[in-house]
């Protein structure tokens, strides 16, 4: 039994598995096929935060795979202190095929993945988001037609988004140079960690926006403010004033580059309407990928 808390319980040969499972079925629904893998499923969604994508990507994915959705807050599930996390495994991994979380610590998933019985799939965390950059890795090759050597240039807050993105282009054979301010970059315990898993990748840090954008193939930028740190939020926009994604930007980027966005966006902040509606930006085929990603992961980790 598989789970998928972080990337790094993947290996290149797995993702490009779940990639290549993700496009077939993509490419089946686009013709109106659905095959019903996975009649009969249960999906067990235990969330901590808000979302829209994930959690109805994840369950209109089971849904369209015949299978079917049951969805959990964390007060609901008990994890208030109701009982212990072990046991809220066991119990609730004994209905469920399969489970996606969301929540603020990372260790919480982890921990429960090692209670339960059916698998586990982290649906963001404060440190990682591996489906949203699985979907991303989809959106990058779809769109490209490659992966290997694609220069993604991050320009924003080295947040869950960015580790998640940082492992995936070690594993994808990809560039990634990240543009922060000083205070919000990587952390060196977390590229000490990838660099042990990855040795021949480097993350590129910079401090410009204008120089991680200038030989980019992918411009993309993720919130100032993530969920939990709302209380930061006015800090984190002064600091990170340098740091939008605006027509000005993307003119020193070059003219073919793509703008991405992990979504939802605060148009306005890090990014301006002009370049999320713009000819250059794909979010909006990254925002269906999900969904698209949700059914090829979901078969694989269930072996259909
Ligand atoms: N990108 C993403 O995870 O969006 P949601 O927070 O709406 O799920
Ligand atoms: N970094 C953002 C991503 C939202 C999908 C957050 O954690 O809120």
Request: hydrophobic residues 40%; contains cysteine; proline residues 4%.
């Amino acid at each position: 039994m598989k789970h998928l808390t972080s990337l790094y319980d993947l290996n290149p040969s797995d993702l490009s598995d779940i990639l290549a499972r993700a496009t077939d079925l993509k490419a089946l629904f686009k013709k109106g096929e659905r095959p019903p893998l996975l009649q009969g499923r249960v999906l067990a969604q235990l969330f901590e935060k808000p979302s829209l994508r994930t959690r109805n990507s994840f369950e209109a994915a089971m849904i369209h795979l015949g299978g079917s959705g049951i969805f959990l807050t964390t007060a609901e599930a008990g994890l208030n202190g109701r009982e212990s996390l072990p046991d809220i495994a066991k119990v609730l991994s004994s209905f469920s095929d399969v489970i996606t979380m969301r929540t603020y610590s990372h260790q919480l998933i982890v921990d429960f993945a090692k209670h339960s019985c059916c698998p586990v799939i982290n649906g963001l965390s404060d440190e990682r988001h591996p489906c949203q950059a699985l979907t991303d890795l989809l959106t990058i090759q779809e769109t490209l037609g490659t992966l290997q050597d694609v220069h993604l240039a991050f320009v924003g807050d080295g947040n869950n988004v960015a580790m998640s993105l940082a492992i995936a282009s070690a594993m994808a054979g990809m560039k990634m140079t990240l543009a922060a301010p000083k205070g919000f970059e990587l952390s060196n315990a977390f590229l000490k960690e990838l660099t042990k898993r990855y040795p021949q990748h480097r993350v590129h840090q910079v401090h410009s926006a204008a120089a991680a954008v200038k030989s980019a193939d992918i411009v993309y930028t993720d919130v100032w403010a993530s969920m939990g740190q709302e209380e930061d939020a006015v800090r984190r926009m002064q600091a990170f004033t340098e740091f939008q994604v605006n027509e000005e930007l993307m003119k020193t980027a070059p003219k073919d580059a793509k703008f991405m966005h992990d979504l939802p966006a605060k148009r306005g902040l890090e990014v301006t309407d002009g370049v999320m509606d713009g000819s250059q930006s794909i979010v909006f085929q990254q925002a269906e990928n999900r969904m698209h990603l949700a059914r090829g992961l979901f078969a694989w980790i269930l072996g259909k």
